[in-house]
């Protein structure tokens, strides 16, 4: 007996030590921290590796959970919960010998729901669930769920739900033991959902609390590929509604590589990778582009190549537009005095690449099919239950093939002819229904609807009236593209927060917090949709593969086939580490400035979660600190600082660090979370003894921040600093978001501001994300030396709030005038070469445009400009406006205190002294 025990204990510590490797991350601390404190046993999950039975442990294990976290040593720990586990010893496991039926683990889930949910649910969404867990014989068992607060009931029977989920017993004993995403199964068809999306979302919460949900099945093989691509945004034109888009050249057509963005995209695939026209075999020229709105274009053309001696006898107007659906109207003019028969052709084809693999220049081989039926070229691509379909018809006949669309016919002298084509874009489910259909999220909208919905959107936005004419035509287009960039997405009632084209038609958690708060005095609804999603898909388990904790904030959600398949984390990603904090700072700003106190306390629950992930999960040292590490991708390691790339934080001579790591800006977004956190929880919430905790910690952690990031000998604060306590000396932009937040002190606010001005940092168009002297300095390179404006329109922002008025003001001119060669519209970043080379901001190659954060960065610049600030229930105007810029008039600006006009006007100013 002994001998088996003891063969047992050995077997059992190697696999815990694997199933348990993603706690095992804290290390020896050998700095000038404070050694890391046990967090408590609730914090402490059991992942199904350590015993598959396991359902949700019971008070009694978790007791013993809690001993050995807090007194066994560690080479013993996880072999001892492993066996113990593994015998039954408290009731959690199977009986030794038997493993419960997939039927048994369901029918105990669903028992124990009612008592295990308390405290683990918001007070919303509310309403009934009905799960449909349906045999392969077609027997289904029934269970009714009603969500309201901690009130959860669990019954057999019911009527009229607000979400049937139907579901196979294997895929759902997956989720159970938390191999499984649900996101992953919806896309890929193992889950078939009707009703409000959202409420199963929320459903999430009552699963247990480990997983471990990367692929379990070969990933298919993605090969690099260096085909050449679009180089340039001036190349092509793009038309885009809800997460729809279509980027062609500038003559309308589509003839993509694996590397270039152009095709018509939907929910982060490729539906069409070509799309070319041609009359009597001769390609078209562009005459003329008209972009009408966001969503729709005209292109003036001719066939061949016009010359100034030879007049063009035919014309061509291609007009096309996107909304639920991608339509294009081909209308061919013929001038001749004589009939011209013509042969129209249209290719068309689709690879159903993903956008992200063409954004990092990978190809995965997929096996399309084309058909012909009811008189519909259909283009299609299965991987298991996941069905994406491409759907091409015409309003007048023509002759179909596998690869396009013929017209043959004449067109009298002065005559016309002209088509429609309608694009549908499918993703069908494994009943062959699109996943779109049964959701009360997905309402389609016309091409006139969508025009509606942009407009209800900007109806209540403040009128400007500016002197400056790149002012003024900045803030026009950041409007309207903010108010475009919205999608109906599967898991949302509401149209989503999108962030930008071409690769970033998609929910991203950071962009969408800094959007909503660079727009909160002009579009505050923005907030509302942002909170609503994050708080709906905030973490709620630990699960290494995608990072999600308790608590955290998602940062990524897309609907490519990767993530169904759990190949790449994407479908739900939580990679960064600044988001929670910026969820807790975007509430109570959205207050500040609405007063709306119902918000507030309807996301309590979300907000007690996200500070929990701070102090917890987030602090692996106990040190008050968010660390942050390094997490794989298919193109290298990335980090979960927004300066994401792998080479984007390092030494001042270009070494590397060693991870984790405290990135400065991080910590002073943790250090403002607590503070606006006491203060909901002190006006709101009735609990003053939490706010007076957070306080404290936000106060240690400010001292704390400055005794450790603070460079006497270079007079600024390091990028971040390692575990063991070495900081990062490298000159960034990072440490000017600082002075959004407060932390820092202000005895040191005077020197840092000096090297964000200086010529190492400052291009004359805006501060660079890494100074020029340093050695790993790259103008082109995105995070190693670029310039991105909503990041400078933050910097501004704290700039303006810590008194340095003529250089708030110089940060603000730098990027109007940049704006003002892109006709208003930022991109997502722009080269960092220096001003006084190269005269004009050089752009970087296909970056996002538009770009929600760039989008928001001239409305940021305006509430510098004019010192706007809500302080209760009146709005404080303190403008300070260059002599370069005019008079500025911000008028019908809405918030608690109704409606308010801000009024600035250019004149020669000094530097207030610093606070």
Known sequence: MSTAITRAWRVARCRARGAMKSWSQHQPCTSRK????????????????????????????????????????????????????????????????RERTVDERIDEFFAALV??????????????????????????????????????????????????????????????????????????????????????????????????????????????????????????????????????????DVLATPTSPLGLFSFDTRFLSTWRLTINTESLSVLSVDDVATYEAKFGLVPGEPTHYVNATTSVLRHRWVGPEYEEEITL?????????????????????????????????????ATIADDALRLHYKRAGLHRETVIT?????????????????????????????????????????????????????????????TARTAGVPRLRADHKPLQQAYEYGVRDLAALHYPGLNFETALPATGLPWSMALLGRESLISSFQALPFMPERAVNTLRILALSQGVRHDPFRGEQPGKIVQESRYGDSGAFNDTPESASFSAADTTAAFVILLDEYERWTGDAELVRRFEFEIRAAIGWLDHDADRAGS????????????????????????????????????????CEIQGYAFEARRRAARMARRFWDDPAWADRLERDAARLRERFDRDFWLPDRGHYAVAVQFDGVPLDSLTSNMG????????????????????????????????????TAADYNPLGHHTGAVWPWENS???????????????????????????????????????????????????????????????????????LLGLEPYEDHLAVDAAVPEDLGQIELLDIKGRWGYADALGRGRPFRDRPVP
């Not at 350590?50 to 807090?70: D, G, R």
């Not at 009943?431 to 049964?438: G, N, S, Y």
């Not at 937040?741 to 168009?765: C, D, F, K, N």
């Open 394 to 454: 015409a309003s007048t006949p023509a002759t179909l093939d596998e690869h396009g669309l013929t017209w043959t016919f004449t067109v009298e002298p002065h005559g016309t002819w002209s088509t429609r084509l309608r694009v549908l874009a499918l993703l069908r489910d494994l009943h062959r229904r699109d996943l779109r259909e049964r959701l009360t999220s997905s309402v389609g909208r016309s091409q006139h609807q969508r025009g509606r919905d942009i």
């Open 333 to 369: 003019f013929n001038f001749a005095p004589e009939p011209v028969r013509y042969v129209v052709r249209l290719d068309a084809g689709a690879d159903f690449a993903e956008v992200l693999e063409v954004r990092d220049g990978f190809k995965r081989a997929r096996p399309v099919t």
């Open 34 to 97: 404070v050694p890391r404190r046990p967090c408590p046993y609730v914090q402490y999950r059991i992942p199904a590796a350590v015993c598959p039975s396991i359902v949700e442990p019971s008070p009694a294990f978790s007791q013993v959970v809690a001993f050995f976290h807090l007194s066994a040593p560690r080479r013993f720990r996880h072999g001892v919960l492993f066996l113990l586990a593994r015998l039954d010893l408290f009731g959690v496991g199977a009986a030794v010998g």
């Open 794 to 864: 933050l910097i501004a922002w704290g700039l303006r709030r810590a008194g340095f008025r003529a250089q708030a003001a110089r940060v603000a001119t730098g990027l109007l005038d940049a704006a003002r060669h892109f006709q208003g519209r930022l991109p997502a970043y722009i080269t960092g070469y220096d001003r006084a080379t190269t005269h004009v901001p050089v752009p970087h190659g296909f970056t996002d445009s538009p770009y929600a954060p760039s989008a928001g960065a001239p409305l940021m610049l305006l509430r510098a």
């Open 737 to 772: 978001q600082l002075l959004c937040t407060g932390i820092v002190a202000p005895h040191r606010a005077e020197q840092m501001v000096a090297h964000l001005m200086s010529p190492a940092l400052y291009s004359g168009w805006g501060i660079r994300t890494l100074a020029s």
């Open 624 to 663: 008050g600190y968010v660390w942050s590490t390094q997490r794989p991708t298919r193109t290298g390691p990335q980090n979960e600082s927004w300066r994401n790339s792998a080479d984007a934080i390092c030494f001042d001579d270009g070494r590397p660090p060693t991870y984790p790591l405290a990135i």
């Open 115 to 252: 008592a295990d949910c308390r405290g683990r649910l918001p007070v919303a969404p509310t309403g009934l669930l009905r799960f449909d867990v349906v045999a392969e014989d077609g027997e289904a068992a029934t269970w009714y769920v009603r969500l309201a607060g901690a009130q959860t009931r669990v019954t057999r029977t019911g009527e009229h739900p607000d979400c049937t989920v139907e579901v196979r017993p294997e895929a759902f004993v997956r989720l159970l033991a938390g191999r499984d995403n649900m996101v992953s199964m919806l896309l890929r068809g193992d889950v078939s959902v009707a009703g409000d999306l959202a409420l199963l979302f929320t459903f999430r919460r009552l699963l247990p609390g480990t997983a471990d949900s990367v692929g379990t099945e070969p990933a298919a093989e993605l090969v690099p590929h260096t085909a050449p691509g679009v180089v340039g945004l001036h190349e092509v034109t793009s038309v885009f509604a809800g997460n729809m888009f279509m980027i062609s050249e500038k003559n309308g």
